[in-house]
């Protein structure tokens, strides 16, 4: 059983910067593609990000250029980099990974970005 556990969130002034980390548990991780959405306030969810097992990565146009994906296959992890923080960047965000075609998700962490 695929479990995904992130970890990182908080209240962050505009300007700042996070770093979001997702443990993977119950599969192979060096061979899966992970990523991260997000789901703001009353809004549906979107992509932020994924990495392939090939380190082949796609951002959402929102966040290109601030936010950056990476894993430790040593350490079942992915990370989430968030610089230049903007209050639209509040919202949940949820860790994945895609395994057999289907999608796993995890509970997600609270990132508020306010003053």
């Known amino acids: 059983q695929v479990q995904l556990v992130e970890s990182g969130g908080g209240l962050v002034q505009p300007g700042g910067s996070l770093r979001l980390s997702c443990v993977a548990s119950?599969?192979?991780?060096?061979?899966?593609?992970v990523g991260w959405y997000r789901q703001p306030p009353g809004k549906q969810r979107e992509l932020v990000a994924t990495?392939?097992?090939?380190?082949?990565?796609n951002y959402g146009d929102s966040v290109k250029g601030r936010f950056t994906i990476s894993r430790d296959n040593q350490k079942n992890t992915a990370y989430l980099q968030m610089n230049s923080l903007k209050p639209e960047d509040t919202a949940v965000y949820y860790c994945?990974?895609?395994?057999?075609?289907?999608?796993?998700w995890g509970k997600g962490t609270l990132v508020t970005v306010s003053s």
């Open positions: 994945t990974l895609v395994l057999r075609g289907l999608i796993y």
């Open positions: 119950g599969s192979i991780f060096s061979d899966k593609t």
């Open positions: 990495i392939t097992s090939g380190g082949l990565i």
